[in-house]
């Protein structure tokens, strides 16, 4: 049973607010490779999309469905890239890791504006460069929790 069925048997007449979260709560679950998977998705849909030419008997509607499905799946992926890194920048790191790293804040601040380039572009150099920072953030994530994790790509 969950928490909002419980208090509704408790006390009918209360409304309890959904929420959804990861994370303002102490869970401590903390990882840049979901911003990396998410990149990397971004990337794969910016190239398809560049590679998407009118095959012999495929009819417009059907290219620009598919082109449409990629185009919001690039969206998509970017914005949850964009939000991951969000999360690791206001909730994993503290004032104290700017010692170790003073380009923290602009390094996150161009990783965001770049999630932001790639859904309004279609851009392998920016993917190119959007995976390069998530890298960067990798490394200082890893470094600040003195643990070395390699970088890798899933695709």
């Known amino acids: 049973m969950n928490l909002k069925n419980l208090v509704s048997r408790v006390n009918p007449t209360r409304r309890v607010p959904e929420a959804?979260?990861?994370?303002?709560?102490?869970?401590?679950?903390y990882d840049p490779a979901s911003a990396r998977i998410a990149a990397e998705a971004v990337r794969s849909m910016?190239?398809?999309?560049?590679d998407l030419h009118e095959h012999d008997g495929d009819a417009p509607a059907i290219m620009l469905n598919t082109a449409a499905r990629y185009v919001a799946i690039k969206e998509e992926q970017a914005e949850l890239a964009k939000r991951e890194l969000l999360i690791l920048w206001t909730?994993?790191?503290?004032?104290?890791?700017?010692?170790?790293?003073?380009?923290l804040h602009e390094t996150f601040w161009n990783a965001a504006k770049l999630c932001s380039t790639c859904k309004q572009n279609v851009d392998v150099d920016a993917c190119d460069q959007l995976i390069a920072a998530i890298e960067n953030i990798h490394n200082m994530f890893w470094g600040a929790k003195s643990r070395d994790v390699d970088f890798y790509l899933a695709g």
Do not use: I, R
């Open 20 to 29: 959804e979260a990861h994370c303002d709560g102490p869970c401590g679950v």
């Open 46 to 50: 910016t190239k398809k999309l560049l």
């Open 91 to 103: 909730d994993f790191f503290k004032p104290d890791h700017l010692d170790a790293y003073p380009d």
